[in-house]
């Protein structure tokens, strides 16, 4: 990996990152980029596409919301060849989300370029609705953040997901936008594999200049991550007595409104048709009646275990822990300590680390005759 110093001009990290990428549309680096950018109100954030320095006006890399794991907007301009070089701009979670969906055939990677940022953590989106609200700015909380490694604010507390997520730095991406750790107020950092992109022009212009990483950096990242996975321990630990017994886990999901909302919003969950959605669920009258007098009475909606049973089978292995299931909930059960807890122990089995490789397959894909020998 080379590195480099990006210089921030007038205080502003988030200016010298639109900068940055402007020079990589220009520089013809990239011929469009995915970009976390402001809506017209300034009051929340979204994935959007950029073919020009006109469409980075708003570009704001840095802001500590995820409405949706952004790997799902990469898949919808690039299930097929797009044709042309994009370039996305993500956050470690949604790069393991990206090479996930890139073994289920839903990205084509071949015309992206992975543009990783270091994440500290994301509030929950109307957390982060209403901190814009009262004034939030985008530069001051990544000053205080990159120094101190909290990002936290006032009270508002990140996302359960982010607490526990160890990767405060982007891994498999082919170009990184770094600044834990970092002086923000005067510059940021860029580590390229130049095996898979090309910077020289931006070196030769001066808008890069080489440079080691700061030392203050690693010793951050090593600290967080050490807290967080003492912290993920103790919390799956602790989730796990809760629901020590089926009883105590439809406890836990109880809550439940049927919506399938997580369903949604998971990048894992890539089945065009859902057998939720099938008619395999729809009984007649009679059959309802019929359960109700065996049982006493019968819950309303049916299939509630079921159903999470399933979503845990078909995407524990491949969870990449990006906590967009819990976000979406609007009973805010506890899907994220639920997928960790039994998603860890599936992977340890199999011996698989989602989002690592794109060439190594995912267990649900693959059949092995002595594949859980010996026990």
């Known amino acids: 990996m080379k590195t480099a110093l990006l210089k921030v001009e007038s205080g502003s990290p988030r200016q010298a990152a639109a900068n940055f990428f402007q020079a990589l549309l220009d520089r013809q680096v990239v011929d469009a980029l995915i970009v976390p950018r402001e809506v017209p109100s300034r009051r929340m954030v979204v994935p959007a596409l950029a ?26 301009l690039t299930s097929r060849d797009p044709g042309v070089k ?16 890139a073994k289920f055939q839903q990205i084509t990677l071949e015309q992206v370029l992975i543009i990783g940022t270091d994440c500290l953590g994301t509030f929950e989106p109307a957390d982060y609705y209403h901190l814009t609200g009262a004034g939030f700015d ?82 951050l990242i090593e600290s967080l991550q050490t807290q967080r996975r003492e912290l993920a321990k103790e919390m799956c630990r602790d989730f796990a007595s809760r629901v020590a017994d089926v009883n105590r886990l439809l ?38 009646l019929h359960w109700a007098a065996a049982r006493g009475a019968l819950e309303l909606p049916t299939d509630t275990l079921l159903y999470h049973l399933t979503r845990m089978h ?32 599936l992977q340890q089995l199999f011996d698989y680390v989602p989002g690592a490789s794109v060439d190594e397959p995912p267990p649900l894909t693959t059949y092995k005759e002595h594949e859980l020998e010996p026990r």
């Open 51 to 76: 073919v020009s320095g006109d469409g980075l006006s708003g570009a704001n890399p840095f802001a500590p919301v995820a409405i949706i794991n952004a790997a799902r907007a990469v898949s919808r």
């Open 138 to 219: 985008t530069d001051a909380w990544l000053a205080q953040a990159a120094g101190s490694g909290k990002a936290a604010l006032n009270g508002t507390k990140i996302r359960t997901a982010c607490t526990i997520c160890d990767a405060v730095s982007p891994s498999g991406a082919h170009l990184s936008l770094h600044w834990a750790g970092c002086d923000v107020s005067r510059e940021l950092y860029i580590a390229c594999d130049d095996e898979r992109v090309n910077l020289d022009a931006l070196f030769d212009g001066g808008i890069l200049v080489p440079h080691e990483l700061p030392a203050a950096r690693q010793s």
């Open 314 to 345: 078909h995407m524990g292995v491949s969870c990449v822990g990006c906590g967009q299931c819990e976000s979406g909930c609007p009973s805010k059960i506890p899907l994220t300590l639920l997928f960790r807890t039994i998603g860890q122990q």
């Open 251 to 288: 406890d836990e999901l109880a809550p439940c409104l049927g919506c399938h909302n997580c369903r949604e919003v998971c990048p894992i969950c890539v089945c065009r048709e859902c057998v939720f959605d099938s008619n395999l669920f729809e009984h007649e009258p009679s059959r309802y």
């Open 86 to 101: 994009v370039g996305a701009v993500l956050r470690p979670c949604e790069i393991r989300a990206l090479v996930e969906m």
